[in-house]
């Protein structure tokens, strides 16, 4: 199995801010991660495929980066929606989720 | 616009047996890949296992082989899990969610997911 380690788990940032998440494999997974949003009481959002392609409707604040083992989630000016739970996902082989980093306002 | 629903929650009682479901709207649902996601409480997302609404052939991790059972009705565009006997480590919340499809070809991300289903499972 394929084990993500998101850092880190908890990430204070002021709004307006940039936000940097980092999520790494055990073994490379080419550029076949994804990033989830994930607010509280809801089910998850695609923000991200292929490492860095934006999903539909997602505002170009969120880029994503990365191949092979190391990748990173960047928002670049925080608004109040977008703090939440961040969760990478590899689909290389089946699919695994790395254990989330919460955004928090500082 | 795909959209899955998921059945209520439920309160069972250890050794009690469960379905839940998730039925999807829209085009070419035939077509779909529904996979199972587990959150625990205050805890990360799990792959469970998927199923091919098609032919209904399934994979499953195996950290829930044999745990779980996941089935599907194409007449009606709906999946479902289901367990024969309820532990209280199942209590959780339980999403589906749908591998992308772009021009008829299956994707590997999962974009949208239902809205949830907490099963509490409690004596």
């Known amino acids: 199995e394929i084990v993500m380690t998101q850092s880190p788990a908890t990430l204070s940032v002021s709004p307006g801010e940039r936000a940097t998440l980092s999520c790494r494999a055990s073994q490379s997974v080419s550029s076949e991660l994804a990033w989830y949003q994930q607010r509280p009481g809801q089910a998850p959002r695609l923000l991200i495929y292929g490492a860095s392609t934006r999903a539909t409707g997602i505002p170009p604040r969120f880029s994503g980066s990365g191949s092979g083992t190391d990748f990173t989630l960047t928002i670049s000016s925080l608004q109040s929606e977008d703090f939440a739970i961040y969760y990478c996902?590899?689909?290389?082989?089946?699919?695994?989720f790395g254990q989330g980093t919460k955004l928090e306002i500082k | 616009e795909v959209q899955l629903v998921q059945s209520g929650a439920e309160v069972k009682k250890p050794g009690e047996s469960l379905r839940i479901s998730c039925q999807g709207s829209?085009?070419?649902?035939?077509?779909?890949?529904i996979s199972w996601v587990r959150q625990k409480p205050g805890e990360g997302l799990e792959w469970m296992g998927r199923?091919?609404?098609?032919?209904?052939?399934?994979n499953y991790s195996p950290s829930f082989q044999g745990h779980v059972t996941i089935s599907a009705d194409k007449s009606i565009h709906t999946a479902y899990l289901q367990w024969s006997s309820l532990k209280a480590s199942d209590s959780g919340m339980y999403f589906c969610?749908?591998?992308?499809?772009?021009?008829?070809?299956?994707?590997?991300?999962?974009?949208?997911w239902g809205q949830g289903t907490l099963v509490t499972v409690s004596s």
């Open positions: 969610t749908k591998q992308v499809t772009i021009f008829g070809v299956v994707k590997s991300w999962f974009d949208p």
């Open positions: 829209g085009n070419s649902f035939a077509n779909y890949w």
């Open positions: 199923i091919g609404l098609s032919d209904s052939y399934t």
């Open positions: 996902q590899q689909y290389n082989i089946w699919w695994t």
